[in-house]
C-alpha cells in the first residue's frame, strides 16, 4: 500500500485547470460559508495536482487560499489512476459538489463542446495528433456514463448551449431547470399561433378580443385586466388564452394561488403568459411577486435559504370582479377593460357554443340547456354544470337541484 505524501506548497505557484470553468462555481452563499470556515479553520482536506502545478481537484480551496494570502496549502499528487487529468478532474467534481441532474448534463454538454474543438485544432499538425485528440473526444454514451446523465438530458443541454448561452449558463449555475431553459430556448422556433377560432365561443367584447390578441403577438408585454360582475365572459377569456397557448401559459386564481406561492410556481415553470382569476383575491406575498414580475420582469425573494432572483418576461392577462378591492399599485400595471352583461340572445348563443366546443354536447342537449337557463342564470358555468350532471339526472332536474326552484 502506497503512502501518500502531503507537501506544503505556495499557492502562487498552482493554477486551476484550463478545463475547470466547465465545472460551475459554488454559489454566492455556499462560497461565502466555504471562504469563512477555511479562515477559521484552515484547510484540511489536500488539493490535487499535476506535476507542473495545474490543480486538478481543489480549486475553490486554491481560490480561498489566494484571496486569504495564505503563504502554504496541503497538496498531493493527484492519483490519476489511468485516467487523463482533465477525466479525473470531471470524476472528483460529480463525485464531491452536490450537483443536480440539470447541472450535470450541461457540465456534459460543455465537455462534448470542448472535446470537439480540441478535435477541431489547427495548429496539431501532425495527422497522428489529430486523430489521437479525436478519439479522446467523448461519445455521447461516455459523457452519459462519466456524468452519470441520462441522453435525452444531454441532448437537451447541447440544444440551449448552441441556441442561447445566457440560459445555458443559468442551467449551469442551478438558476433555473433545464426544462425550463429548453422551451425557451425552443421558443423563437415555435411562434406562438393565434388560431381563427381564438374567444369563438365568445359573443360580443370585440373590441376586448381585439386588445387581447394584439397583447399575445407583442413583441413586449402589455398586461391586461378584465373587470366587472360575474358571469361576463371573463373567465372564458382566460380558458381559451390558455388552451392556444399550452406550455407557455399556467393558470391560476387568487383565492388559492399555491401553498408554494407565486415565486415558486413562476420559478419552477417559468411561464412566458401568466392567467389570474379572481385576482382581488391573491394574498399580499403574492401580489407583491406579481408587482415585481410586471414591472421589471424580475422576481426577487431575499428571504434566508429560499433565495430567488430571476430575470424573467412575462405576460399577465387577469380578471376581478371587484377592481375597486385592488391597490393603486395593481391597477397601474394593468390595461382594465370594463365588461358589461350579455344580451338575453347573446347569453343564449355563448351557452350553446361552450356546451358543443368544451363539453362535446350534442347541439340538441346544449340548445335544451340554454332554454332551461333562460332567466334563471346570466353565468356560463350554470350551464357546464348542468350539462355535467345531465347524464346522471336529467336536464331539468339538474337545473332544478343546482339553482333551486
Same mark, same amino acid.
Given at each position: 500500500?502506497?503512502?501518500?505524501?502531503?507537501?506544503?506548497?505556495?499557492?502562487?505557484?498552482?493554477?486551476?485547470?484550463?478545463?475547470?470553468?466547465?465545472?460551475?462555481?459554488?454559489?454566492?452563499?455556499?462560497?461565502?460559508?466555504?471562504?469563512?470556515?477555511?479562515?477559521?479553520?484552515?484547510?484540511?482536506?489536500?488539493?490535487?495536482?499535476?506535476?507542473?502545478?495545474?490543480?486538478?481537484?481543489?480549486?475553490?480551496?486554491?481560490?480561498?487560499?489566494?484571496?486569504?494570502?495564505?503563504?502554504?496549502?496541503?497538496?498531493?499528487?493527484?492519483?490519476?489512476?489511468?485516467?487523463?487529468?482533465?477525466?479525473?478532474?470531471?470524476?472528483?467534481?460529480?463525485?464531491?459538489?452536490?450537483?443536480?441532474?440539470?447541472?450535470?448534463?450541461?457540465?456534459?454538454?460543455?465537455?462534448?463542446?470542448?472535446?470537439?474543438?480540441?478535435?477541431?485544432?489547427?495548429?496539431?499538425?501532425?495527422?497522428?495528433?489529430?486523430?489521437?485528440?479525436?478519439?479522446?473526444?467523448?461519445?455521447?454514451?461516455?459523457?452519459?456514463?462519466?456524468?452519470?446523465?441520462?441522453?435525452?438530458?444531454?441532448?437537451?443541454?447541447?440544444?440551449?448551449?448552441?441556441?442561447?448561452?445566457?440560459?445555458?449558463?443559468?442551467?449551469?449555475?442551478?438558476?433555473?431547470?433545464?426544462?425550463?431553459?429548453?422551451?425557451?430556448?425552443?421558443?423563437?422556433?415555435?411562434?406562438?399561433?393565434?388560431?381563427?377560432?381564438?374567444?369563438?365561443?365568445?359573443?360580443?367584447?370585440?373590441?376586448?378580443?381585439?386588445?387581447?390578441?394584439?397583447?399575445?403577438?407583442?413583441?413586449?408585454?402589455?398586461?391586461?385586466?378584465?373587470?366587472?360582475?360575474?358571469?361576463?365572459?371573463?373567465?372564458?377569456?382566460?380558458?381559451?388564452?390558455?388552451?392556444?397557448?399550452?406550455?407557455?401559459?399556467?393558470?391560476?386564481?387568487?383565492?388559492?394561488?399555491?401553498?408554494?406561492?407565486?415565486?415558486? $410556481? %413562476? !420559478?419552477?415553470?417559468?411561464?412566458?403568459?401568466? @392567467?389570474?382569476? *379572481? #385576482?382581488?383575491?391573491?394574498? &399580499?406575498?403574492?401580489?407583491?411577486?406579481?408587482?415585481?414580475?410586471?414591472?421589471?420582469?424580475?422576481?426577487?425573494?431575499?428571504?434566508?435559504?429560499?433565495?430567488?432572483?430571476?430575470?424573467?418576461?412575462?405576460? $399577465? %392577462? !387577469?380578471?376581478?370582479?371587484?377592481?375597486?378591492? @385592488?391597490?393603486? *399599485? #395593481?391597477?397601474?400595471?394593468? &390595461?382594465?377593460?370594463?365588461?358589461?352583461?350579455?344580451?338575453?340572445?347573446?347569453?343564449?348563443?355563448?351557452?350553446?357554443?361552450?356546451?358543443?366546443?368544451?363539453?362535446?354536447?350534442?347541439?340538441?342537449?346544449?340548445?335544451?340547456?340554454?332554454?332551461?337557463?333562460?332567466?334563471?342564470?346570466?353565468?356560463?358555468?350554470?350551464?357546464?354544470?348542468?350539462?355535467?350532471?345531465?347524464?346522471?339526472?336529467?336536464?331539468?332536474?339538474?337545473?332544478?337541484?343546482?339553482?333551486?326552484?
Amino acid at each position: 500500500m502506497s503512502v501518500v505524501r502531503i507537501r506544503r506548497v505556495d499557492p502562487k505557484t498552482l493554477k486551476a485547470h484550463p478545463l475547470a470553468y466547465i465545472i460551475p462555481d459554488m454559489r454566492a452563499s455556499e462560497w461565502q460559508d466555504f471562504y469563512t470556515d477555511i479562515a477559521l479553520r484552515g484547510i484540511k482536506v489536500p488539493l490535487e495536482v499535476l506535476a507542473d502545478g495545474t490543480v486538478v481537484d481543489g480549486r475553490h480551496r486554491l481560490k480561498a487560499a489566494l484571496e486569504l494570502g495564505m503563504k502554504e496549502v496541503p497538496a498531493i499528487d493527484a492519483p490519476l489512476n489511468g485516467d487523463k487529468p482533465e477525466v479525473y478532474m470531471m470524476k472528483a467534481a460529480v463525485l464531491r459538489r452536490h450537483l443536480s441532474d440539470d447541472q450535470r448534463a450541461m457540465i456534459a454538454a460543455l465537455w462534448k463542446e470542448e472535446n470537439k474543438k480540441q478535435g477541431e485544432r489547427t495548429d496539431l499538425t501532425s495527422a497522428r495528433c489529430r486523430a489521437e485528440v479525436k478519439d479522446a473526444s467523448p461519445t455521447r454514451s461516455e459523457a452519459t456514463k462519466l456524468f452519470n446523465v441520462s441522453r435525452r438530458k444531454i441532448d437537451k443541454a447541447t440544444y440551449v448551449q448552441k441556441r442561447n448561452p445566457e440560459l445555458a449558463e443559468k442551467v449551469h449555475k442551478g438558476e433555473i431547470a433545464l426544462s425550463n431553459a429548453y422551451r425557451q430556448a425552443k421558443a423563437p422556433e415555435e411562434k406562438m399561433n393565434i388560431p381563427d377560432d381564438l374567444f369563438g365561443d365568445i359573443i360580443g367584447h370585440d373590441e376586448v378580443k381585439e386588445l387581447l390578441r394584439a397583447c399575445l403577438l407583442a413583441e413586449k408585454p402589455v398586461h391586461v385586466l378584465l373587470a366587472g360582475p360575474p358571469a361576463l365572459a371573463k373567465t372564458l377569456f382566460l380558458w381559451d388564452i390558455e388552451r392556444v397557448s399550452g406550455e407557455r401559459a399556467i393558470w391560476l386564481v387568487g383565492s388559492a394561488t399555491s401553498k408554494a406561492g407565486l415565486w415558486d $410556481v %413562476v !420559478a419552477d415553470r417559468q411561464p412566458s403568459i401568466v @392567467l389570474i382569476d *379572481e #385576482l382581488d383575491k391573491m394574498n &399580499a406575498a403574492d401580489t407583491a411577486a406579481l408587482l415585481s414580475m410586471m414591472e421589471g420582469d424580475r422576481l426577487v425573494r431575499a428571504k434566508v435559504g429560499r433565495e430567488l432572483n430571476l430575470q424573467h418576461e412575462i405576460r $399577465v %392577462v !387577469a380578471a376581478t370582479n371587484r377592481v375597486h378591492m @385592488l391597490s393603486p *399599485e #395593481l391597477k397601474s400595471r394593468f &390595461a382594465i377593460r370594463e365588461m358589461h352583461p350579455y344580451s338575453r340572445d347573446e347569453y343564449l348563443v355563448v351557452v350553446k357554443g361552450v356546451l358543443m366546443r368544451r363539453d362535446g354536447a350534442a347541439p340538441e342537449l346544449a340548445e335544451e340547456i340554454a332554454k332551461r337557463l333562460d332567466g334563471r342564470s346570466q353565468d356560463v358555468r350554470d350551464a357546464v354544470r348542468v350539462v355535467r350532471l345531465a347524464p346522471q339526472l336529467g336536464v331539468e332536474k339538474a337545473v332544478k337541484l343546482l339553482l333551486g326552484e
